[in-house]
């Protein structure tokens, strides 16, 4: 298995611009987690889903982010309209629940607004 | 308040000597905590994953112990190599596997 693969692996766009961000979890995980890394704040949970449902989005910002998994082997973090503090690395993470079982995370992706 | 608080924040060490990094969380009902190491422009590796009846796990020369009525870990890392340049991520979660509550980190730095 390739992992957890996240697209684009950087990301450079103006300020108000609508930027989506992909990911593909390891086949046959049905847990899925979207992250933020900064500097100032480390690795946030912005939602995670289960069986493709949103089970908790309370770490998602603003209404700028949602969050969509339309099947369980794709998902997509969107925000419109980007702000020059949404940058950050972003991180996708897949798990499959059920037990203690361990969290793959994907190689993410440098989101810079300017 | 972080509920997973890890020190130190950076460490310098040469090639070869040990060290030991320090997890101390608030997370409760404990559920497992896990070690991963993240190499700069790369994502988390998990390296350790332990529950509440585990004292100690070994993965190579990465150790960690667990002391779940002090709510403590630690990771020690027995001669280190340049490659263990990284930062060090303890990870806590309570009730079930999604609910993961991550530490600041320690900036790990073997210089030769």
């Known amino acids: 298995d390739a992992g957890v693969i996240q697209s684009p692996r950087h990301e450079v766009t103006e300020m108000g611009q609508e930027v989506t961000l992909r990911c593909k979890p390891i086949?046959?995980?049905?847990?899925l987690f979207w992250y933020r890394q900064t500097m100032m704040r480390g690795l946030e949970l912005l939602i995670y889903?289960?069986?493709?449902?949103?089970?908790?989005d309370s770490g998602m910002p603003e209404d700028r982010f949602s969050a969509k998994m339309p099947n369980a082997s794709f998902s997509t973090l969107k925000i419109q309209p980007s702000e020059p503090r949404d940058s950050a690395v972003y991180f996708c993470?897949?798990?499959?629940?059920?037990?203690?079982?361990?969290?793959?995370f994907g190689q993410g992706t440098r989101l810079t607004v300017v | 308040k972080n509920q997973v608080e890890q020190s130190p924040q950076s460490l310098i060490i040469l090639e070869g000597k040990n060290c030991t990094l320090q997890?101390?969380?608030?997370?409760?009902?404990?559920?497992?905590l896990r070690w991963y190491k993240q190499d700069t422009g790369r994502g988390p590796v998990s390296l350790t994953i332990?529950?509440?009846?585990?004292n100690t796990k070994s993965n190579g020369r990465y150790t960690a112990t667990l002391d779940a009525d002090t709510k403590q870990s630690s990771l020690h890392i027995t001669a280190s190599q340049l490659s263990d340049s990284a930062s060090y991520i303890c990870?806590?979660?309570?009730?079930?596997?999604?609910?993961?509550?991550f530490g600041a980190g320690t900036r790990l730095t073997v210089k030769p």
């Open positions: 990870v806590v979660s309570a009730y079930n596997n999604n609910d993961m509550r």
């Open positions: 997890c101390n969380y608030t997370v409760s009902p404990f559920s497992n």
């Open positions: 332990m529950t509440f009846s585990e």
């Open positions: 086949s046959g995980h049905n847990s």
């Open positions: 993470a897949s798990s499959s629940s059920g037990g203690v079982t361990e969290a793959f």
């Open positions: 889903f289960n069986n493709n449902v949103p089970i908790d």
